[in-house]
């Protein structure tokens, strides 16, 4: 079975600071994809990054990077120069190829971010 | 851009009332999902869509049924509702991996 772990369950940070949210995952398949999604407190989530199991390459996008490591089984996520707008609840996810249930998606609990002006 | 909608963004049933919750998605994809979230729960899984008249359970189907008759529409159904289903609502589509989802309907039970 798969399994998503972020053990970060709040977080507060001063605006400005850099954040990073840690995300743990457990599966048995070769091939599996991994998300973060945003749910800003409107409620919707809104998806962020998808990564698959053979690009251990970090990844940047602006203020956002993802540091992923097949070693320890993890891929987190580093918010630099925190900013108001930022504060949400962070999902990340895993997504595997075992057939038909290959499209689901197994999330973490999330880990809910408050930046403080 | 992708869009999935719900019927609603707050609801408020009594009681043992049969509840229908719509969902919506404009961009052909074939996997349609519908998830509940709960604090301290994260997001669990109560049924998904494959293709149009199928289902399959998710990992807390009990008090829920869905309806599939359309490709683009997926209906959440609790057929007696309780208290315990009070939750926010979560309805997702995908093509492949990656789902969008919509806005969340916001469901209270008293």
């Known amino acids: 079975a798969q399994k998503v772990t972020q053990a970060q369950t709040e977080i507060s940070v001063v605006e400005k600071e850099d954040v990073t949210l840690d995300c743990v995952y457990e599966t048995r398949d070769t091939t599996y994809y991994l998300f973060w999604y945003k749910q800003p407190p409107s409620g919707e989530l809104v998806f962020l990054i998808r990564r698959n199991s053979f690009d251990e390459q970090n990844e940047i996008s602006g203020r956002y990077s993802w540091n992923f490591q097949k070693s320890t089984s993890s891929f987190n996520f580093t918010i630099t120069a925190s900013q108001v707008v930022d504060s949400a609840v962070y999902f990340c996810?895993?997504?595997?190829?075992?057939?038909?249930?290959?499209?689901?998606?197994?999330f973490g609990k999330g880990t809910k971010l408050s930046v403080i002006p | 851009d992708v869009k999935v909608t719900q019927s609603s963004r707050y609801l408020v049933k009594r009681t043992g009332e049969k509840v229908f919750l719509e969902c919506v998605q404009d961009m052909d994809h074939e996997n349609m999902f519908w998830y509940r979230q709960d604090p301290g729960l994260g997001l669990r899984l109560i049924y998904f869509s494959y293709d149009v008249k199928m289902k399959e359970k998710g990992d807390i189907p009990e008090g829920y049924s869905v309806s599939r008759e359309k490709k683009e529409r997926f209906s959440l159904i609790l057929e007696s509702a309780s208290t315990n289903q009070t939750s926010m609502y979560l309805c997702?589509?995908?093509?492949?991996?990656?789902?969008?989802f919509g806005p969340g309907t916001r469901l209270t039970v008293t």
């Open positions: 997702a589509s995908s093509l492949v991996d990656e789902q969008y």
């Open positions: 996810a895993l997504s595997g190829d075992s057939g038909a249930g290959s499209y689901q998606l197994t």
